[in-house]
């Protein structure tokens, strides 16, 4: 596992040097081939952060919408359908789409191809619920700060944003993907509109790799 992880990373920085940061995406989850093994964060289960997230908050989902960024091989997706949300999920990738399809054949969620930079106008302040897990942290910041206020404008009146990522400090340096995140560039979703609910910091012995995680919610 850590010799694919290594060269994932390597992957992902060769894009990211040729000014591609977008495109190594599909190449992962194609030439893994449905081989869940090649992609690190493949847990083909839902997040257990958000798992206890949603347990803690006692959130009802009938008769609201969610938005999974991101959405890898659906299980967070799924998760969200299983407890009442109308889902729409998306990725980038065709592969992880089809890949979703494939694994999900009864699913109710509405899995799509779909840049996040990119958004479908109908997305305008419609979700009640948006998940992003890890993917803000795979992206360069420079990129992936330009998506704040595009994820700010996909919620509803009263919305609920749903943030988990790997966290750090300023002063830690950046090398390789992923990309933890810090809590000055997290609070760049107050600039755009969003209000902050929630903020955990924390050490994740589940994770593989363990390590610090943030868990940030927002509302509009
Ligand atoms: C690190 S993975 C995390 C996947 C999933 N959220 C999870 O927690 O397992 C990042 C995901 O974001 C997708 N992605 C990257 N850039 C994207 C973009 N601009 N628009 C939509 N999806 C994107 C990738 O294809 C990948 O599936």
Redesign the pocket.
């Known amino acids: 596992m850590t010799e694919n992880r290594t060269s994932v990373q390597n992957l992902a920085q060769q894009y990211i040097e040729a000014g591609k940061p ?1 495109e190594w ?2 190449i ?2 194609s030439q893994a081939n449905n081989d869940e093994k090649l992609v ?4 083909m289960q839902p ?1 257990h952060n958000l798992l206890q997230w949603l347990d803690d908050h006692q959130i009802q989902g009938q008769e609201k919408t969610a938005l ?6 659906g ?2 997706a799924e998760e969200l359908a299983k407890r009442g949300f109308q889902v729409t999920a ?4 065709p592969s ?1 789409i089809k890949w979703c399809k494939n694994r999900f054949p009864n699913s109710l969620v509405n899995y799509l191809v ?4 990119h958004p479908l106008a109908e997305w305008n302040q419609t979700f009640d619920f948006i998940l ?4 803000l ?3 360069p910041t420079s990129l992936s700060s330009q ?1 704040m206020p595009l994820i700010a404008n996909f919620l509803a009146p009263e919305g609920i944003l749903l943030i ?1 990522c790997r966290g750090r400090n300023p002063e830690e340096k950046l090398e390789k993907v ?1 990309y933890p995140l810090t809590k000055n560039y997290l609070m760049q979703f107050v600039d755009v509109g969003l209000s902050l609910q929630q903020f955990e910091d924390y050490f994740d012995q589940q994770d593989s790799p363990p390590g610090r995680r943030f868990r940030v919610t927002f509302k509009k």
């Open positions: 977008k995406f599909e992962l989850y690190p964060w493949a847990n997040n999974v960024i991101g959405c890898g091989l299980d967070d998306f990725d980038i990738s992880a779909a840049d996040l930079f992003e897990s890890y993917t942290q795979s992206l998506s988990i992923p």
